[in-house]
């Protein structure tokens, strides 16, 4: 059995960007959970549920370098920036992320909503001739924050989903 060893975290949740928030909002037994009709206003009747735990800030996406930000959709955009978050936690230098041993491990349930919802909608109206846009299977496939963030990170070793 190999051993792993955790030195570094990072977040994006509802209560806010980076651990410190999320730890600050959880010992302080402070709900991030809010009624939706407060949250959407008039769009709210269109869900069947009335609770949400949206996020209060994202990270600024200009954050991450353009070349990889084209085939990013917001999901690997917040994955991106929690682990930046956990390697400036570890203390690591960037150089350690070319290091085959230096990995990731990450896991979402699906690939960007609102990416695969503009590539639907695109191929469906056949703005693009029948052809998908390449750059929306690096935003929509379920392991678009494992990829993106080891492509944009350098990382040479294991990436799991």
């Given at each position: ?142 392991h678009t924050?494992?990829?993106?963030v080891a ?11």
């Amino acid at each position: 059995m190999n051993r792993v060893l955790i030195t570094g975290y990072g977040a994006v949740s509802p209560y806010g960007i980076g651990a410190e928030k999320l730890f600050a909002g959880l010992f302080a037994n402070r709900s991030a959970v809010v009624n939706i009709r407060d949250w959407l206003g008039a769009r709210a009747p269109a869900f069947h549920c009335q609770v949400a735990a949206p996020l209060q800030e994202s990270p600024d996406p200009r954050e991450v370098p353009r070349t990889f930000r084209r085939n990013m959709g917001p999901l690997a955009i917040l994955a991106y920036r929690s682990c930046v978050d956990a390697i400036a936690h570890a203390a690591l230098p960037q150089s350690a992320a070319g290091s085959p041993g230096f990995g990731i491990v990450y896991s979402s349930t699906s690939g960007s909503a609102q990416a695969l919802e503009e590539s639907f909608r695109d191929y469906l109206e056949d703005k693009l001739g029948g052809v998908p846009n390449s750059g929306s299977f690096f935003k929509i496939m379920s392991h678009t924050c494992t990829a993106n963030v080891a492509h944009a990170l350098g990382l040479r070793g294991i990436a799991y989903s």
